[in-house]
């Protein structure tokens, strides 16, 4: 079993930044792919970044390319999502995620779960 908790959201003025922080416990290591979702209100979950448990492959969706980073400290069980320059559309409800790799991760198809956290963009 693997427990995800999700900080860092808050509420932000649009082109600012925030970083966001998923803690991992119990079974854990470098043994999962990572990866991280969001839901805005009234839509559907979808695929925000991924990366390899050694954080040698890192994917993105292409909202977000260029602006959001993740990374991985394996050494402090610790997963991170540095996003910049946000706008209003990135406003969503975030989730960590750990799955077997970051393809089955980009589907979806991920074996635990965060509880989120909340990012909200003005403009």
């Known amino acids: 079993q693997v427990q995800l908790v999700e900080s860092g959201g808050g509420s932000v003025q649009a082109g600012d930044s925030l970083r966001l922080s998923c803690a991992a416990s119990?079974?854990?290591?470098?043994?999962?792919?990572m990866g991280w979702f969001r839901q805005a209100p009234g839509k559907e979950r979808e695929f925000v970044a991924a990366i390899s448990p050694v954080g040698i492959t890192r994917t993105y969706a292409d909202s977000v390319k260029g602006r959001f980073t993740t990374s991985r400290d394996n050494a402090k069980n610790t997963l991170y999502l540095q996003m910049n320059s946000l706008n209003p559309e990135d406003t969503a409800v975030y989730f960590c995620?750990?799955?077997?790799?970051?393809?089955?991760?980009?589907?979806?198809?991920?074996?635990?779960w965060g509880q989120g956290t909340q990012v909200t963009v003005s403009s």
């Open positions: 995620a750990a799955g077997l790799s970051t393809r089955t991760i980009q589907t979806g198809a991920c074996d635990y």
């Open positions: 119990g079974r854990t290591g470098n043994s999962y792919a």
